[in-house]
């Protein structure tokens, strides 16, 4: 099913409000096509923002307690332990120039509303567009009732040309001829189609569920049934909104067309939270009545009967369904008494998920169970929440959201981590050796958040528990992360004795990842105490086992642990070393040591002299450590060298030159600053300089690179050299030729490489 297009009245009404309103929300019922028209406008006004448009979907979260964790991991952004995640995002939104389109706030209007006053007042330069099924009640709203597309009146209708000015009937049209390959509008279907598009009142998702059926029925045939169905409204309630009673006579009538398998399904697959694939729907609806072997042809009628939306990305068919027809099916599901069954089967489902993760993480599928994990995380949480909500299953919780702990702790997102694990100690406070290992857990994440406090409070009881229940593998963890803890707050000595005692206690067992983590970090501390060879050889055999196994996370651990020791010894080894853990971790998207490489890279840099690009790389080290919420100077062997850098530096540069380089190290875009990092943009265009190529730019056009560099649009570009926009744009488009780039990004990151690149002032004027 696709997205209807937008009515010009409505973009032009939508932008003309936006205008004058910090926050402008959409209203109407469901499948009036609210979502639709937010896309259009954001797209519209998209180039009158420097940082552009960010889109918050909400419509899959159910658990209001994790809505600023949601936002937050939308932007890209994850907890600081300093503050509330609502104020790391406000913090970030601060000092940008932003549309933040919220998408389907209507079940979560509290949690919206605060968080959107909070961003009104302490963010000057952020618009809000929201959409919603009732206004937000928030100071200084401005709403636009969306209505139903514009349709015909049957009578005034003389010709095809004359109907295709109405966007209802450019739907009807575009969707029959999804439907049946050829079809057009004929004179003699004018009056039938008009008809049609009445009785629909223009509801875009009523007319997608309508045309579904010309694969069986005629264009009367359709509209006779409608008929009969409107006359059944009678039993429905009198005071529902003649709009809303329409959609739901439409789903109605398009669940009572679907046979008794395919309504079954439909009602089933509303336990799954956004998307899901054929094995998922396979598991969880396969039970009284159908077989996994009959669910894949139910699946394909479903898709046809535009009831489920077929998405395929990077290889990957998932299946999901509108916010309407899914709460339809939640109600159906409710109404047959099969809602908790289903529930239990789709926490089963990934219960089984979680479980064949940890037993192959450890192997050369990293790469794809993090892809997977990562389109399976609302549904991850969905079955989290269900074992919450149910006694028996409080240490089922507790398994699922330590296994997981850590899928979320290489996406950065501690603070989410935290969360589950407190929701599940909380739940099941019964000695077990699952509370044992979350215990632990807990405090490794809240010692990267800089929280001792609570790391301390949770390794006590961990401890004892793992001596109570003699639990080894639990004793070594524990003692690991003790270890840690010493670390961090700069007892060196204490840490090497507890780090050489958990690799001890590992190497006893079967704990492959317990191993390879305690002989990185004691392998770094005997480095850093000055015992290089030893600490070399530990990590030399660490980095020899993992690639036995096919593995990258760990391999990048003792990678970057390798390369801190050999920084002052040597220094082409310790830069080999960092680059290719950068590399291994950008295949999973690994934010923590993607941060670590940075910022081992900025001190290489350092120490070569290339002081720009040692500010350049330490600005975009920040900013990574930022989206994890966490510092260098939480592991204190760390934070002593990264202090001292920066000081260096700064030195060497100047205040002013070293403030600008790594402002602009941190403004760049992930994936500009990893582009940069590596230099498969930046020795491009350091060679290119070199040869003369990058000399061919003019010195306007120069000019022009600088100012992308630091994030202005070509709007901005023009106001400040007083030029037409047409001219930046024009200006912009040279470059990319010349250099051999695709995007502004590519402009950045081989501007601010500095070193080969003279900076020109701006002229004022």
């Not at 301390?456 to 524990?478: D, H, N, R």
């Not at 060298?641 to 600008?660: E, K, P």
């Not at 010195?699 to 560099?709: D, G, N, T, Y």
């Amino acid at each position: 099913m696709r997205v209807a297009s937008a009515g010009g009245q409505q973009v032009t009404d939508a932008k003309r409000l936006l205008a004058s309103s910090r926050l402008l929300t959409l209203t109407g019922p469901g499948g009036v096509g609210k979502t639709r028209l937010a896309v259009h406008v954001a797209a519209a006004v998209r180039r009158s923002f420097r940082d552009g448009v960010r889109f918050i979907e909400l419509a899959e979260l159910r658990d209001s307690a994790l809505f600023a964790h949601t936002v937050a991991a939308q932007l890209g952004l994850h907890d600081q332990p300093s503050c509330t995640t609502i104020d790391v995002i406000i913090e970030y939104l601060a000092s940008h120039e932003v549309l933040l389109t919220l998408d389907n706030c209507e079940h979560l209007i509290d949690d919206c509303a605060l968080f959107i006053d909070g961003v009104i007042r302490a963010c000057p330069k952020v618009q809000i567009l929201a959409t919603s099924r009732q206004s937000l009640g928030v100071y200084g709203e401005t709403t636009l009732v969306v209505p139903p597309l514009p349709v015909p009146s049957p009578e005034a209708v003389s010709s095809p040309d004359a109907l295709t000015q109405y966007d209802a009937v450019n739907l009807f049209v575009d969707r029959a001829g999804a439907v049946l390959p050829g079809f057009r509008l004929r004179s003699q279907d004018c009056a039938a189609i008009a008809r049609l598009c009445r009785a629909l009142d223009g509801i875009p998702l009523a007319i997608e569920l309508a045309t579904v059926w010309l694969r069986a029925l005629s264009l009367g045939q359709i509209e006779e049934r409608l008929s009969e169905r409107y006359r059944l409204l009678t039993v429905s309630p009198r005071n529902a909104p003649t709009r809303q009673r329409t959609l739901q006579a439409l789903i109605d009538w398009s669940y009572d067309l679907c046979a008794g398998p395919e309504q079954e399904l439909w009602a089933r697959a509303s336990v799954f939270s956004g998307s899901f694939d054929l094995d998922g729907i396979e598991y969880v609806g396969a039970i009284e009545g159908i077989t996994p072997e009959e669910i894949r042809n139910i699946v394909l009628s479903l898709v046809d009967k535009s009831i489920l939306i077929r998405d395929e990305r990077e290889g990957c068919v998932r299946y999901r369904m509108l916010e309407t027809l899914r709460e339809y099916g939640e109600a159906r599901l409710v109404a047959a008494g099969e809602q908790d069954a289903l529930h239990r089967r789709h926490r089963d489902w990934y219960v089984r998920m979680v479980e064949q993760f940890q037993a192959e993480w450890m192997g050369p599928d990293q790469d794809s169970w993090i892809l997977r994990l990562r389109r399976e995380h609302a549904n991850l949480r969905e079955a989290l929440g269900f074992c919450l909500t149910q006694p028996d299953d409080a240490v089922l919780a507790l398994r699922m959201a330590d296994k997981l702990g850590t899928y979320l702790g290489v996406q950065g997102f501690n603070g989410v981590t935290r969360h589950w694990l407190d929701q599940a100690l909380a739940a099941s406070p019964e000695p077990s050796p699952e509370r044992t290992s979350a215990l632990r857990r807990n405090a490794w994440v809240a010692l990267l958040q800089g929280d001792v406090d609570a790391a301390q409070a949770q390794l006590v009881e961990a401890a004892e528990l793992a001596g109570k229940l003699g639990l080894t593998k639990e004793s070594a963890y524990v003692t690991l992360v003790e270890g840690m803890k010493a670390a961090s707050s700069g007892d060196i000595e204490k840490a090497s004795l507890l780090t050489a005692d958990a690799l001890s206690g590992f190497g006893s067992g079967h704990d492959l990842s317990g191993k390879l983590l305690a002989m990185s970090i004691h392998g770094l501390i005997l480095g850093h105490q000055g015992e290089r060879e030893r600490g070399l050889a530990l990590l030399k055999e660490a980095v020899a086992l993992t690639v036995q196994r096919g593995e990258v996370i760990w391999r990048s651990w003792a990678l970057l642990a390798l390369s801190f020791v050999e920084l002052d010894h040597d220094l082409a080894h310790a830069e080999a070393a960092a680059r290719e853990a950068l590399n291994l971790r950008r295949r999973v998207s690994a934010k923590f040591l993607m941060a670590f490489a940075c910022e081992i890279l900025s001190w290489v840099s350092e120490r070569q002299a290339r002081h720009v690009r040692a500010a350049t790389l330490s600005g975009a080290a920040a900013a990574m450590w930022r989206t994890v919420g966490t510092s260098p100077d939480y592991f204190h062997p760390v934070g002593v060298v990264h202090r001292q850098h920066l000081g260096v530096v700064r030195a060497a540069m100047g205040d002013d030159r070293f403030d600008t380089a790594f402002q602009r190290g941190y403004d760049l875009s992930e994936e500009a600053a990893l582009d940069y990092v590596l230099g498969t943009v930046t020795s491009t265009g350091e060679q290119r300089q070199a040869s003369g190529e990058g000399a061919d730019l003019t010195p306007r056009e120069r000019q022009i690179a600088q100012l992308v560099s630091e994030g202005l649009t070509n709007k901005e570009i023009a106001a400040r050299l007083v030029i037409a926009p047409r001219t930046a744009e024009g200006h912009v488009q040279r470059i990319l030729t010349k250099l051999g780039f695709s995007s502004r990004a590519h402009i950045a990151a081989w501007y601010v490489s500095g070193q080969n690149v003279r900076e020109l002032p701006i002229p004022s004027n």
